[in-house]
């Protein structure tokens, strides 16, 4: 069968509860890519576009790349940028006329001005173009706060069933397949939907241990013995704070009552693991005197609160104070903070360096310290991805400097950039087996960078927008109840017989 299949997408994980916003400048800054340049831009790299292009090229179909957009996870997405954006993608996959079928990359956890479900509204607008019968596709991220919207005008989606997430690419082939037998029937799965009363951190939220463990391995079942086509688990995305917050279940079958039972049997079992999925916080004074006196390092300092990949500025200065006040050595920190490394930079290498670092964007992560130390390295900050995470893709930090201040080395990038490969240390100099104690403003996403060489970790209680203490959270937009932040007969709420 010949096939023409439009590729594109729109992804942005939000943080609600940031000072800032997301404009058209962060999606430049990280990734936007039209045209074939999208095609070269992705090919061959562990993203869903890399698995998508691989995908429908194997099954013999032609593609039409349009646009795809992403910001690294931030504030509220700014209304112009996000209708500038579908509005070039619409307008591409128009140009791309006549196709067979579509596939998109979405998060599920965007939020625009205005628009508490951006990526339901994406999939409507785009649906608006598309034939009713085209057969529509997408991927996402399983912290996607999944709504109805985006279950209604997709036929089918298809979300990353790993955390830290290193299966991207995977779900894209999957995705492709998923289309390209789409493409050859006018017939359409049935799709069964439930949404738990359940807000999770994402801490909690790691697919190899318990309680997800236990949970993808019964999706896992359903999927190997042909009851379901296809079934993802969206925990979600505590800090994008809307009435589609929460966990859910999403499975397709070729008949609905198969559909129906799987996600009511997951659903429940989700629901009956709910306890599990407290968190094990620690003191910062505490942990950082563990991490000190440890004798098997290094020992990752998880900093959940300031997670760059949750939306936080990646500039939070509560750790590094401590382990400066504590004269922790052969410590390793990543702040992102482009008026210190100007500074750093005015300076230059071996030149000291005395200056305010950190807590410029807000008031919620620790106030700005005052560091005294040296300039020991100034780079572009480009590195290319050789972990489990967007494998072959190249990451810019955008201008880099090291400071050394007595046994802290900080890492001042100009971006705010997630640690989920160890590149954003190696191509600054620092062997990150070689530290004692590594800070990663992450949750669990930086164990495709350490957790191989992590001899401990320990997630720390800080102040910050992605805390993984949800009862810190200034919540307005939530639905009720949720658990565990309330405490109520929940048997009304239950999407389960
Ligand atoms: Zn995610």
Redesign the pocket.
Known sequence: MRGRVGIGGIWH?TNTFSTETTGMAAFEAYQLATGTSLLDRYAGTGTELGGMIEGVRDQGFSLAPTLFAAAVPSGIIERPTLTQLVDDLIARVDDAMPLDGMLLVL?GAAVADGLDDADGWILAQLRKVLSQNMPLVASF???ANLSHAMVDHADMLIG?DT?P?VDMAERGREAAGALAAMMRTSSRPASAFRKLPLLTA?QMQATDQEPMKTIMASLHGLEADGTILNGSIAMG?PYADSPTLGGSVLTYADEQQAADRAADQLARQIWELRDQFQPDLMLVDAAVKQAIEADETPVVLAEAADNV?GGSAGDGTVVLKALLFAEARDAVIVIADPDAVAEADKAGVGAPFAGLIGGKVDRLHGDPIHVIGQVVLLTDGRYRHTGSYMTGYETSMGRTAVIQADGVKIVLTSLRTMPFDAGQLTSVGIDPAHQRIIVAKSAL?WQAAYGAIAKRAMTIDTPGIATSNLARLPYRRRRKPLYPLDRQDFSEALPFP
């Open positions: 994980e998060h991220d399983c912290h990353y955390y997430h994402p995305f990949g996403a």
